[in-house]
């Protein structure tokens, strides 16, 4: 299950002790967030509390960081209205995720083909997907069935065992969806809590969990499809939105075919969709948060 271990992930992100040297000089020469020196003291661009966020100009990440401009959350939120909300870490999928969305993979399509339909609707096709993998795969711990207190397995290795834990049966969907057509922008797999229910391991009132979460085609409501923790047969169209469904708390990260994307300050449950990147899009901006932390203890 998906719990609270951290560990820093290596994506490529900047040298954080080049940063932290830059920090003392930060340069402003070329960032759109330029701010007078009266300005941030205002602000409280130096408030040792608040995370720093680094706004990289043009879509580029300069070698040396030249052209980064250091600002708090709170000089952001007052000098551009950015809602800390929509401030997540997007990190584009370098192969990394493909560990665990198997696609294209032929034995997982031939496996999707035989429990759908190629003329069934995605809703229709994710309702197939759910059903055969709540009936066909037992759930385990890693521990009893790998030997590993936590070991992420590829949707593969789940079907060899026909067994597997909460992200080894949502990795499991999410890929067979993935070869049965289901479009990738309709699918995510989230690692998050969940309000504990009758017979689970956890003793407090929340537990960790993986589960994946479908946007389906009747109103563009995104909606869970859990196999393990509250595994649901009903049809797609039937089921509450996620947004909804208060079983549902905390969001740590969520991941699909093209980016994984940590939440460190917003609830994709309860606002699936960030709009800062709708409204900021002009400015060709990424904003990254210092430090972050990718939650694999799942």
Request: with cysteine; hydrophobic share 35%.
């Amino acid at each position: 299950m998906i719990g609270h271990a951290v560990t820093q992930v290596t994506t490529g992100r900047p040298d954080w002790q080049a940063v932290a040297r830059l920090r003392q000089r930060p340069s402003r020469a070329s960032s759109p967030a330029l701010a007078s020196k009266e300005e941030e003291k205002r602000l409280g661009t130096g408030h040792a509390k608040v995370e720093d966020v680094i706004f990289i100009v043009n879509n580029q990440q300069p070698a040396a960081l030249d052209n980064v401009l250091f600002i708090t959350l709170d000089y952001a939120i007052a000098k551009y209205g950015i809602n800390i909300r929509d401030l997540d870490e997007h990190i584009p999928n370098t192969g990394y995720n493909n560990i665990w969305l198997q696609f294209p993979n032929r034995e997982i399509e031939k496996l999707a083909f035989q429990i759908v339909d190629r003329s069934d609707s995605n809703d229709t096709k994710l309702w197939k997907i759910a059903s055969w993998v709540i009936d066909n795969i037992g759930y385990l711990s890693d521990e009893e069935n790998y030997g590993y207190e936590e070991l992420w397995a590829p949707p593969i290795w789940t079907l060899s065992k026909e067994l597997g834990d909460c992200e080894d049966g949502a990795f499991l969907i999410h890929s067979l969806a993935l070869n049965a057509g289901v479009p990738a922008d309709r699918l995510r797999t989230y690692g998050g809590e969940v309000k504990t229910g009758i017979g689970a391991m956890s003793a407090g009132p929340l537990a960790g969990h993986g589960w994946t979460a479908y946007r389906r085609e009747r109103d563009n409501e995104w909606v869970v499809v859990d196999f393990s923790y509250y595994p649901n047969y009903k049809p797609m169209s039937s089921r509450i939105p996620m947004k909804e469904d208060e079983r549902y708390v905390e969001d740590f990260w969520y991941m699909d075919l093209r980016e994984w994307v940590n939440t460190p300050y917003s609830n994709r449950i309860r606002e699936p969709e960030p709009a800062v990147y709708n409204q900021f899009a002009s400015w060709d901006l990424v904003a990254m948060i210092r430090g972050s932390l990718v939650n694999t203890y799942g």
